[in-house]
């Protein structure tokens, strides 16, 4: 569900679904479902810890970087 009430998102005239496409944000993006299953809700993540996947992320990131410049050079 997106919060349409920035003002980023108005005049909210027109093709509604050009207005989601061009000016909406991932920060508009309020709740998902998935299923019918809430996997977000408020902007909270509910289905993984987000500090895991972000230590996760940054593993893998710097695991590539070292394939990359196996030296440590950028």
Excluded: N, W
Excluded at 42 to 70: K, Y
């Amino acid at each position: 569900m997106l919060d349409l009430r920035e003002p980023h998102l108005h005049p909210a005239i027109g093709d509604p679904v050009s207005l989601v496409v061009y000016t909406a944000r991932a920060s508009d993006v309020r709740d998902v479902f998935v299923d019918g299953k809430p996997v977000v809700l408020g902007h909270e993540l509910l289905t993984a810890p987000v500090e895991e996947i972000v230590r996760e992320a940054d593993r893998c990131a710097a695991e590539l970087q070292g394939a990359v410049s196996p030296s440590g050079a950028p």
